[in-house]
Nanobody
Framework: QVQLVESGGGLVQAGGSLRLSCATS????????MGWYRQAPGKQRESVAT???????NYADSVKGRFTISRDNAMNTVYLQMNSLKPEDTAVYYCNARLYGDTRFFWGQGTQVTVSS
């Protein structure tokens, strides 16, 4: 198993930037992929960005060119750099991890991001 702790959320004006961090512990060597998801009030949780242990990334169309996911070499920490933020980016952002050979999703507790217009 892995444990995930997010940080870095907050309130920012439209056009501003935030960087989210996700610290991992536990079976880090078994992580195959990590990602950031978000859930706005009244909406389903959606994938924002993912990164594999090999460094391959994938982004939702709504954030391409504005958000960047990155990690340290050991997958100890994963980051989400969010630039040019929009009010529609307002949501609780969750860190997610998947392990090799394991179908479970592991989640952090979430961090609130609020973008004011």
């Amino acid at each position: 198993q892995v444990q995930l702790v997010e940080s870095g959320g907050g309130l920012v004006q439209a056009g501003g930037s935030l960087r989210l961090s996700c610290a991992t512990s536990g079976s880090i060597a078994s992580i195959s992929q990590m990602g950031w998801y978000r859930q706005a009030p009244g909406k389903q949780r959606e994938s924002v960005a993912t990164i594999t242990s090999g460094g391959l990334t994938n982004y939702a169309d709504s954030v391409k060119g504005r958000f960047t996911i990155s990690r340290d070499n050991a997958m100890n920490t994963v980051y989400l750099q969010m630039n040019s933020l929009k009010p529609e980016d307002t949501a609780v952002y969750y860190c997610n991890a998947r392990l090799y050979g394991d179908t479970r999703f592991f989640w952090g507790q979430g961090t609130q991001v609020t973008v004011s217009s």
